[in-house]
């Protein structure tokens, strides 16, 4: 009964957050911004300003990008706390969803981009010696990652894997891993081919866990959902921003 109250309540502020999503009318208006400047100024009046504020039109474009990450992150933390302790392991092991691409291309022996240094999630892991990458790997969450670069396994699989293993036994729901599956297959492509997601793909997965968050209302799980329609709409964001402080004058040499 005292979890069946929690999980309603959780629902509640779930529910919050969800009607603060920016609509598409919202977004149809800030796609008809051209620059940076108007885009931030109109961002910062509605429902993205979390986000956003901030940023100005001397941000470089890794400056934003890494206050993204740094703010889903502290996004994915705050809500892990409104569960109880049995599913935070499960919620917060989603942030290392983000590294992915960037921890496929570590493990690849790629000389790191430089933005890399400056992310403190991914610093760590960043050695020329590659037995002190891999001891990194080891010391950290991030071994199963190391493991699976090893055996050839997609780093997504080995996240989902990972994660049915920090997650209760409730959560084994099918809808829940479909949806996870579809996430893991993008982040696959995203790995492979950076940026290779399109609008029609984006779409159809938002429509798709929309459906499952009203299916999921009342439980516990529908915090994974949420988090993947925040990332969703990260994700537009970011595209949004990327794109017009790459033609914004005067930043062309921080990027």
Same mark, same amino acid.
């Given at each position: 009964?005292?979890?069946?109250?929690?999980?309603?309540?959780?629902?509640?502020?779930?529910?919050?957050?969800?009607?603060?999503?920016?609509?598409?009318?919202?977004?149809?208006?800030?796609?008809?911004?051209?620059?940076?400047?108007?885009?931030?100024?109109?961002?910062?009046?509605?429902?993205?300003?979390?986000?956003?504020?901030?940023?100005?039109?001397?941000?470089?474009?890794?400056?934003?990008?890494?206050?993204?990450?740094?703010?889903?992150?502290?996004?994915?933390?705050?809500?892990s706390h409104w569960l109880n302790d049995e599913w935070r392991s499960s919620v917060v092991w989603v942030k290392r969803l983000v590294d992915l691409p960037s921890l496929s291309h570590i493990l690849s022996g790629q000389p790191p981009a430089n933005w890399m240094l400056d992310d403190p999630e991914l610093k760590p892991f960043?050695?020329?010696?590659?037995?002190?990458? #891999?001891?990194?790997?080891?010391? *950290?969450?991030?071994?199963?990652?190391? %493991?699976?670069?090893?055996?050839?396994?997609? /780093? $997504?699989?080995?996240?989902?894997?990972?994660?049915?293993?920090?997650?209760?036994?409730?959560?084994?729901?099918?809808?829940?891993?479909?949806?996870?599956?579809?996430?893991?297959?993008?982040?696959?492509?995203?790995?492979?081919?950076? #940026?290779?997601?399109?609008?029609? *793909?984006?779409?159809?997965?938002?429509? %798709?866990?929309?459906?499952?968050?009203?299916? /999921? $209302?009342?439980?516990?799980?529908?915090?994974?959902?949420?988090?993947?329609?925040?990332?969703?709409?990260?994700?537009?964001?970011?595209?949004?921003?990327?794109?017009?402080?790459?033609?914004?004058?005067?930043?062309?040499?921080?990027?």
């Open positions: 009964m005292a979890n069946a109250a929690r999980y309603a309540y959780v629902q509640t502020r779930l529910q919050a957050r969800h009607g603060d999503r920016p609509g598409e009318d919202e977004w149809r208006q800030l796609r008809s911004i051209g620059d940076l400047g108007n885009y931030l100024q109109v961002a910062q009046r509605g429902p993205l300003n979390t986000w956003v504020v901030g940023v100005s039109v001397n941000t470089s474009v890794h400056e934003i990008e890494l206050l993204l990450r740094q703010r889903f992150r502290a996004y994915i933390d705050e809500l960043i050695h020329v010696n590659q037995n002190l990458r #891999d001891d990194a790997f080891m010391e *950290s969450d991030c071994m199963v990652f190391l %493991e699976a670069w090893r055996s050839q396994e997609p /780093l $997504a699989d080995a996240w989902f894997r990972e994660w049915l293993s920090l997650s209760p036994s409730g959560a084994k729901n099918t809808q829940l891993e479909s949806m996870w599956r579809r996430v893991s297959s993008r982040l696959n492509e995203q790995c492979e081919v950076p #940026d290779s997601s399109t609008e029609q *793909s984006r779409e159809s997965l938002e429509q %798709e866990l929309r459906g499952l968050f009203r299916r /999921l $209302a009342g439980r516990p799980e529908n915090v994974f959902v949420h988090l993947g329609l925040i990332a969703l709409d990260l994700e537009k964001l970011r595209g949004d921003l990327i794109q017009r402080a790459i033609f914004q004058p005067g930043l062309g040499a921080a990027l």
